[in-house]
């Protein structure tokens, strides 16, 4: 079956430009995570949703991002006023029900470069 | 809240010989233990979980063993190929349930 799609693939964006990144989650899945990996480091949690309720947006690093799922579903991320460190790859991940004790499986990210 | 610790950052061993990474954990109520490898390119792809009532699982050429009381996990790849080539990542889940994640190890099979 169908896994976890991302779009775009890469995103180049100047420095100032907002962007949204896009998130397919596997069918049926409840939790929808967004994850920010840097370059040679490993992931680092954004934020969660549980179908449309977004539980969690600890690891959001500024008010410039912004998440949604309004169907439970497809989710976005949004960055406002892009800087040069918000350049890293950006993961999702859905698992079948809540985050404890659950499998998480990622989608193949989004290369974001802000120039 | 959970921190994990990862080591080696680099590993590199010649094909058919068994590599280890190890890692700790800070949080003792953690309970869920994943397996990531990222290959060039892709996302994080799991390969094997362990959870906190047993304290090894097997599967195929992969193996992960747990010990809760030190609070560390482990690896364990066997008869390694080429195509084990590539960065691999340990998690742990905070009281929240997001996953924390190692710092990663980049295991390069020689053959």
């Known amino acids: 079956g169908a896994g976890v799609s991302q779009s775009p693939r890469y995103k180049v964006a100047k420095r100032g430009q907002d962007v949204a990144l896009r998130c397919d989650p596997i069918?049926?899945?409840?939790?929808l995570f967004w994850y920010q990996q840097a370059l040679g480091q490993g992931p680092e949690f954004l934020t969660y949703?549980?179908?449309?309720?977004?539980?969690?947006k600890s690891g959001l690093p500024s008010d410039r991002f912004f998440a949604e799922r309004p169907e439970g579903s497809v989710s976005t991320l949004k960055i406002q006023r892009t800087q040069q460190e918000d350049s890293a790859v950006y993961l999702c991940?859905?698992?079948?029900?809540?985050?404890?004790?659950?499998?998480?499986?990622f989608g193949p990210g989004t290369r974001l470069t802000v120039l | 809240g959970e921190n994990v610790e990862q080591h080696p950052s680099t590993l590199s061993v010649q094909e058919g010989d068994s590599a280890v990474i190890k890692c700790t954990y800070s949080?003792?109520?953690?309970?869920?233990f994943p397996w990531y490898k990222q290959e060039l390119g892709k996302g994080p792809q799991l390969i094997i979980d362990?959870?906190?009532?047993?304290g090894e699982k097997k599967d195929q050429r992969i193996a992960v063993t747990l010990n809760k009381t030190a609070k560390h996990f482990s690896l364990h790849i066997t008869e390694t190929q080429p195509e084990d080539s590539a960065v691999y990542f340990c998690?742990?889940?905070?009281?929240?349930?997001?996953?924390?994640f190692g710092q990663g190890t980049e295991l390069s099979v020689k053959p």
């Open positions: 998690a742990a889940p905070d009281q929240g349930g997001k996953l924390i």
């Open positions: 991940a859905s698992s079948l029900a809540g985050p404890s004790r659950n499998e998480q499986f």
């Open positions: 949703f549980q179908n449309e309720a977004q539980l969690d």
């Open positions: 949080d003792s109520a953690s309970n869920y």
């Open positions: 069918s049926g899945h409840v939790s």
């Open positions: 362990i959870r906190s009532n047993v």
